[in-house]
């Protein structure tokens, strides 16, 4: 008798396999042992997982923001000078002297 997918998936418990062996669940399929795999790990007291971040932060900020500087500069320096100039026109305009320049254009 064959046994049902239900069994060959691992939920049964019931003994299949070629000697008659549950493989297990999945994630522990009960074979062998692996071997002449080496790891390594540091304790997590022993880490410094933000070692260097600060300077590495401003180095790499100043990196990214000067290849980019061309990009975003005039744009900015365009945008200052044409606000800065509508600023002063309003002022002009709303003043004494704007107000008796364009009396007659209303």
Same mark, same amino acid.
């Given at each position: 008798?064959?046994?049902?997918?239900?069994?060959?998936?691992?939920?049964?418990?019931?003994?299949?396999?070629?000697?008659?062996h549950?493989?297990?669940?999945?994630?522990?399929?009960?074979?062998?042992?692996?071997? @002449?795999?080496?790891?390594y790990g540091?304790?997590?007291? $022993?880490?410094?997982? !933000?070692?260097?971040? /600060?300077?590495? =932060?401003? %180095?790499n900020?100043?990196?990214?923001?000067?290849?980019?500087?061309?990009?975003?500069?005039?744009?900015?320096?365009? @945008?200052?000078?044409?606000?800065?100039?509508?600023?002063? $026109?309003?002022?002009? !305009?709303?003043?004494? /002297?704007?107000? =008796?320049? %364009?009396?007659?254009?209303?």
């Open positions: 008798m064959r046994p049902t997918q239900t069994m060959l998936g691992g939920g049964g418990g019931a003994p299949i396999g070629k000697y008659n549950f493989l297990g669940g999945w994630g522990n399929f009960g074979g062998m042992k692996q071997r @002449g795999i080496i790891s540091i304790s997590p007291n $022993r880490q410094n997982p !933000l070692a260097g971040a /600060a300077h590495d =932060a401003v %180095f900020t100043f990196r990214r923001v000067s290849s980019q500087f061309l990009y975003w500069a005039p744009s900015l320096v365009a @945008g200052y000078y044409i606000m800065n100039w509508a600023i002063e $026109r309003n002022h002009y !305009l709303n003043s004494k /002297a704007g107000r =008796a320049e %364009f009396a007659g254009q209303e």
